[in-house]
Nanobody, 118 residues
């Protein structure tokens, strides 16, 4: 049984930081590209950041320079370090495991809420 579990969301003030984690079990984590998506109320889900099996990274223009994605294959974990947060970063953040980089795969987490507000 595949499990994708996100954690680390919460309420943070503008300019603050949060660190999201995603732990995956039930699949061979190291062979999957990992991607963070987010969905704000009333908006479509959008790609935030992705990391390939080899460690290459990609970011949405809106988060470049502020967010960093990383993976630890020994711990089956992908992390999204978010800094200089803005109110427009408010969304539910989802972790995804897939076979093709930057293409949504079949394995999704339940999401973690990030709220940026003063």
């Amino acid at each position: 049984q595949v499990q994708v579990v996100e954690s680390g969301g919460g309420l943070v003030q503008p300019g603050g930081s949060l660190r999201l984690s995603c732990v995956v079990s039930g699949i061979t984590f190291s062979v999957y590209a990992m991607t963070w998506y987010r969905q704000a109320p009333g908006k479509q889900r959008e790609l935030v950041a992705g990391i390939t099996t080899g460690g290459s990274t990609n970011y949405a223009d809106s988060v470049k320079g502020r967010f960093t994605i990383s993976r630890d294959n020994a711990k089956n974990t992908v992390t999204l370090q978010m800094s200089s947060l803005k109110p427009e970063d408010t969304a539910v953040y989802y972790c995804n495991a897939g076979a093709v980089p930057l293409v949504a795969g079949r394995y999704w987490g339940q999401g973690t809420q990030v709220t940026v507000s003063s």
